[in-house]
């Protein structure tokens, strides 16, 4: 048991802290976290391989196959809204237990039913786990994260996310080969989903190896074992004072009420979060993610040299995640984000007139892909999560959190949904030059709303909304 906890400054003091911190058991801790990402990359991405065959299985018609597909975005938003309530009830990591439960569950339900009816349940019961999983494991590596390097030990979730999306592609095409046609329609999708099942159940596993967090521990009155937890990551002295600043937090507000986001300032901090969730779905990185060999046939690739260029848009979004994870708490998050959004919204526009002046044919269009992809990679698809996971006070971060991720997956569910339509009625063209306004309207958002959280504790961000200074 840790000494005592006694007061010993008013202010953090980040240089001292830094000078105690064990980084292995903190990066440890954080890895097997963000493998709920891994979870909602493969989970997400794996149906992409598996619905023509389900297609030709169950003889589904275009809306039922959209259904195949989008099913499991229901689950997500379902088990985002409810992951804040019943994660500040039983804690991050109880919660976190029953969401990998959920996910294997899913996996092996959905990979068995003889009705398409039966595999959209367990679809459902599946996205109830990855809806959980990709609202708290970033949050729970925030707060259990030193403040010098949160940003890219949140970032180690987004990092998992694609890392399943890239190894899907390879899965997918493994079990696809391993027999005639006949096999793929009747048995090859099953593999597909249900070998998620495995990852499922490594991460359960490994999350016993997990503390809880430590600002809900905080929270619940049980700072002594949040001491505990706090001593093995930044040493004796450099805990007792993060301790004192949780609870110097929690002590004008101790109740978690989403009445308190509506205070001013507190706010500021719901909109910033909601609406910078929502432009990371609609500047139309699902649409890019979900329907990108069908966007590649477009400009004349053939059905393999649009495959083979998919798994090289996957590659890049792995390579430029890696990248922001070491730019993250260095060049900050505002940075990155102008930097990788006004890059993303050029690219849409060249692509926007590509396709309206025909100029679609060789490399053109694939590079200004692969360009929009790295700016997202570096920029919107990590940030926003590390932003979601650090901007709302301790009392209500669990459901301020939800709410956000809740909204973020509804403009995932409405772009993956509208894309195909968007194509057919208005092309192309038009399609992209939507998603550039949405991209330029991120820049204008990101200027004149989004605060730099670098080198900042929780509680010193909880602070700077309610004194209004958020620039």
């Known amino acids: 048991m840790a000494a005592p906890i006694t007061a010993t400054q008013s202010q953090h003091n980040h240089i001292a802290e830094d000078s105690g911190i064990n980084m292995k058991f903190v990066t440890l801790t954080s890895i097997i976290a ?7 990359g493969f989970d997400t991405a794996v149906v992409s391989g598996a619905v023509g065959f389900m297609q030709d299985h169950f003889s589904l018609s275009e809306v039922q196959v959209g259904w195949a597909v989008s099913s499991l975005i229901v689950g997500c938003i379902v088990g985002a809204g409810a992951s804040g ?30 009705t398409f009816t039966g595999y959209v349940i367990f679809r459902m019961i599946g996205g109830l786990g990855i809806g959980i999983t990709s609202t708290l494991c970033p949050l729970y ?46 048995t090859a999708w099953r593999w597909m989903l ?17 503390p809880e967090s430590p600002r809900w521990l905080i929270k619940q009155g049980r700072a002594e074992q949040a001491l505990d937890i706090l001593v093995k990551i930044h040493g004796e002295s450099g805990a007792r004072q993060e301790v004192l600043d949780i609870k110097e937090s929690f002590k004008q507000e101790t109740r978690g009420s989403l009445r308190q986001l509506f205070k001013p300032g507190l706010r500021t ?37 649009a495959l083979v260029q998919t798994i090289l848009v996957g590659l890049i979004n792995v390579v430029f995640t890696i990248i922001a994870i070491r730019l993250i708490d260095r060049v900050g998050r505002k940075a990155l984000l102008l930097i990788g959004s006004g890059l993303m919204t050029l690219c849409l526009l060249f692509i926007g007139f590509a396709f309206h002046t025909g100029h679609t044919s060789g490399v053109l269009v694939l590079i200004l892909l692969l360009v929009y992809v790295a700016a997202f990679a570096i920029s919107l698809g990590p940030v926003v999560w590390v932003l979601l996971a650090e901007i709302f006070p301790n009392h209500i971060r669990g459901r301020a ?6 909204a973020l997956w509804a403009a995932d569910y409405v772009v993956s949904q509208t894309f195909p ?21 991120t820049v204008v958002f990101t200027w004149r709303m989004i605060p730099e959280t670098k080198g900042k504790s929780l509680e010193e961000i909880e602070t700077m909304w309610k004194s209004g200074v958020n620039h």
């Open 34 to 40: 963000a493998l709920g990402g891994l979870l909602f």
């Open 85 to 114: 309530i019943i994660s500040d009830r039983y804690g991050r990591k109880k919660v976190l237990i029953a969401a990998a439960l959920l996910f294997i569950i899913g996996s092996i339900g959905s990979a068995l039913p003889s």
């Open 141 to 186: 590596n925030a707060e259990i994260a030193p403040t010098r390097y949160r940003g890219r030990l949140v970032a180690f979730n987004q990092l998992a996310t694609v890392t399943g999306i890239f190894l899907t592609y390879f899965v997918n095409n493994a079990f696809a080969s391993m027999g005639d046609d006949a096999w793929d329609v009747s």
């Open 194 to 210: 249900g070998v998620g099942a495995v990852p499922g159940a490594i991460f359960m596993v490994l999350l016993f190896l997990v």
């Open 269 to 305: 901090a719901l909109i910033v979060g909601v609406v910078i969730a929502v432009l990371q779905q609609v500047t139309g990185i699902n649409a890019v993610l979900y329907y990108a060999p069908e966007i590649l046939k477009e400009t004349g690739a053939g059905t393999n040299a």
């Open 401 to 406: 959190t939800a709410i956000a991720s809740m």
């Open 421 to 441: 339509p968007m194509l057919k009625s208005v092309g192309a063209a038009s399609t992209f030059w939507i998603y550039a306004v949405m991209g330029l309207i």
